[in-house]
């Protein structure tokens, strides 16, 4: 397992400068360019240039990407051209604010799923099962933005129960509601399917309580495609986090990512797309272990 | 008797004046702004977004300031000179006057502000504003509390850009301006003092005691970020916001919300449908003058906003002092608009509208203006495109551009010198990006910023708009309304207009 992991670590390494060279090629391929901003007709072209210049925007994109590459080595990400602060402390400031966000509807989305999941596939067909199917279908159906929106209503403007903004109540659950309506729906099939298998048929026959059918041989082999279906989620977690981080004015990282791409913040956007790879490409691995605890058949050395 | 009747009246008057007093004001209230923009970077000389304008308008002051009649008043300057060739402004200042940490503000500082702002590795956009025909204007400091401007030629809006705000010298001196730690946390002259920054999230300021033109009413402001426009109005409509811009399609109901006062002002800002003059399909007047004839403005502005814009006939808005009503205004009249179009050998002119994507407002336009030009037998096609990549298309520096015709807005200064705006010498490079060149307009233009005096340039604009408008370079469309929701709980504002309800912050309080 330690040789494993120590492959996987180095990795990385190709793999993330692959990503940064992708993503700085895209992002200077992109129409545009950060001293747009300032148009205004007092403003004349040629301060424009001198700004730009400044920045080393006049230099080849593939000059700017060795510069950029040889800095973020040695993990200096620049400024960010719109606040002359390091990138890096930019990053550090939003970064915990997008976490404190997503692990906690992470494991809400969890801890709802899984039970949600077993019970609609035990008792398929019954008014729980339904109820959950049709909340499923309308929590997908519902774009978050709206659903935000009418918590806040609801909440704040009715009830006065929270803060419309600022707080961390309601962009928790809006979030959790986006990704509990279709997980619930992968857990329940990947239910469903286990529970038509004939080592479940073997296990009641030979009289082994329906509890621990259910829980020790079937929801251990249910887990399976969950594990891999969350870590594919990991970068819609990122997404999804700058439609709510806006509704719910939370200073998050993926406001500042989105803000930064608009401004065309060329530093910000690197420093931001380095950091959700890494923290995905962590995800993933996490993912990965996360089969060989759930899954006998999965081992990664021969022992 | 009479005493015992004045008695009763006192104390009437006591418990009635008490509770009444308290109501009034809160000497500990703190302003809750929205803003709806991150804050970038408190430093008025690099700052370019509103959000953060918004925040160093409490923080700093300028030489001079705007006042609600869009006048240019005293501010760190109590008085001024202008030599008779109009190229010496001599600012006399305001004597002990404090920085926020407690050194002595003089004359040094204005230097200094003015020095950095020019100094080529600043990254300052508003470099362009102190320099005039390639010249920069020259700063001398006669002594502790008198500076002078020297400009190479007379130019009448310096006056507008004198009133920059001014930074400290003994802070900022040799360090990095662009980078400097004093960018988050700032000093100033003004009436609030900075506090707190959260990125992303708010910054706080709190009551200047020393402010010269009188301690603030208000304790405290904070600003919070809101960046989803439907956010910040149910934030308002909460109660966890004092103020939010109202965009059209809320002004109803927000007006039917207790406890929030609507406010409706003109803004210094005009959209338009630019032709590319470069294009032979445009070049004909007649065609501009036709497209003209055919659009139909009270249309756009019923169908876009419900009434909370006025429909646009000049390159100036009626609440700039420079506005004059006397310009060709082409009612709407389609049988003109097919007359023209027949003789300029263009019936079948079919042309292509870009409009940037977001702005839901252009977007309708476009739609709109499709089907009326369809009324006198034009095609329009529209273009969608993101906003950085249309602005990519009209600044590109060649000739001719790539684009037909395009709808946007320009966001006028308080000076009506509009000259970057449409002198031929703007063109390829510059904000002439239509190609626009009639040498009468470009002689006026620069009479226009050389001539000295209101009543003089109002006559130079007034023939200056009537020639443009003549010429239908652009077509003038509407002039939004801005609408502010403000809290029944806020005093002191001032008369709604383009510099704001919130010109005199220190006069600004709340009500407990």
Known sequence: MRKYLFRRLLQLIPLLIGVSLISFFVMHLAPGDPTALFIDPNVRPEELARVRANWGLDQPVYIQYFVWLKNAVLLDFGRSYTTGQPVISEVAERLPLTLLLMIPSFILTLLITIPVGVISAVRKNSWFDNGFTLFSFAGMAIP????????????????????????????????????????????????????????????????????????????????????????LSLPDLFGGAFIIETIF??????RLGVQSIFQRNYPMIMGIVMFSALLIIIGNLLADIGYALVDPRIRYEKK | MGLRRFSILLICSLIF????????????????????????????????????????????????????????????????????????????????????????????????????????????????????????????????????????????????????????????????????????????????????????????????????????????????????ENSQLVALEAGEIDDSGIPPKDYTRMKSVKGIKVFEFDALVYTYLGFNLANPKFADKRVRQALAYATDKNQLVSLIFRGLASPAYAPSAPISWAYSDNVPKYP?????????????????????????????????AAVILQQQYKKVGVKVNVRVMEWSALLKIINAPKDPKDFEAVIIGWSLGLDPDAYSIWHSSQY????????????????????????????????????????????????????????????????????PGPAGLFLNIEKVFVRK
């Open chain 1, 144 to 231: 978050t933005f709206w659903l935000g929106l009418m918590l806040m209503l609801l909440f704040s403007v009715k009830l006065h129960w929270f803060p419309a903004v600022g707080n961390i109540i309601l962009p928790l659950i809006t979030m959790t509601i986006g990704s509990l309506a279709g997980l619930t729906r992968y857990q329940r099939a990947a239910m469903l399917e286990i529970l038509n298998q004939d080592f479940i048929r073997t296990a009641r026959a030979k009289g082994l309580p329906e509890r621990i059918v259910i829980f020790k041989h079937a929801l251990r082999n249910a887990l399976i495609p969950i594990v891999t279906i969350l870590g």
């Open chain 1, 249 to 254: 004015a939370w200073p998050g990282m993926g």
């Open chain 2, 17 to 228: 004046s008490a509770p009444l007093f308290a109501a009034e004001m809160d000497p500990d209230g703190i302003l809750r702004f929205s803003l709806g923009g991150e804050v970038s970077v408190l430093n008025p000389i690099l700052s370019t977004d509103t959000a953060s304008s918004a925040v160093e308008g409490a923080i700093f002051t300028g030489l001079v300031k705007v006042n609600e009649k869009l006048e240019m008043v005293p501010d760190l300057a109590e008085r001024w000179e202008v030599s008779k060739d109009g190229k010496i402004w001599t600012f006399y200042l305001r004597k002990n006057v404090k920085w926020h940490d407690g050194i002595i503000f003089t004359a040094e500082d204005v230097k200094f502000t003015f020095d950095s702002i020019l100094n080529p590795k600043v990254n300052s956009v508003r470099r362009s504003d102190y320099i005039i025909d390639g010249k920069p204007i020259q700063f001398k400091v006669l002594n502790k509390y008198t500076v002078q401007a020297i400009l190479p030629k007379p130019f009448a809006p310096f006056l507008i850009h004198a009133g920059m705000n001014i930074i400290p010298k003994h802070l900022l001196e040799g360090k990095d301006i662009n980078t400097a730690e004093f960018n988050r946390k700032p000093v100033g002259t003004g009436p609030f003092i900075f506090k707190e920054w959260q990125s992303g999230d708010h910054v706080s300021v709190v009551r200047n005691q020393n402010y010269y033109f009188g301690k603030p009413l208000l304790a405290a402001i904070n600003y919070k970020i809101i960046p989803d």
């Open chain 2, 332 to 364: 709407y009249n389609l049988e003109k608009a097919k007359k023209l179009l027949k003789e300029a050998k263009a019936e079948n002119l079919e042309f292509t509208i870009l409009v940037n994507q977001g702005n839901k407002d252009r977007e309708k």
């Open chain 2, 428 to 495: 390829p490079k510059g904000f002439n990006f239509i190609k626009y060149k009639n040498p009468e307009v470009d002689k006026l233009l620069e009479l226009g910023r050389t001539t000295m005096g209101k009543s003089a340039r109002k006559k130079v604009y007034a023939r200056l708009w009537k020639l443009i408008a003549e010429d239908q370079p652009y077509i003038f469309l509407w002039y939004p309304k801005a609408v502010e929701g403000v809290s029944e709980r806020v005093g002191g504002l001032s008369k």
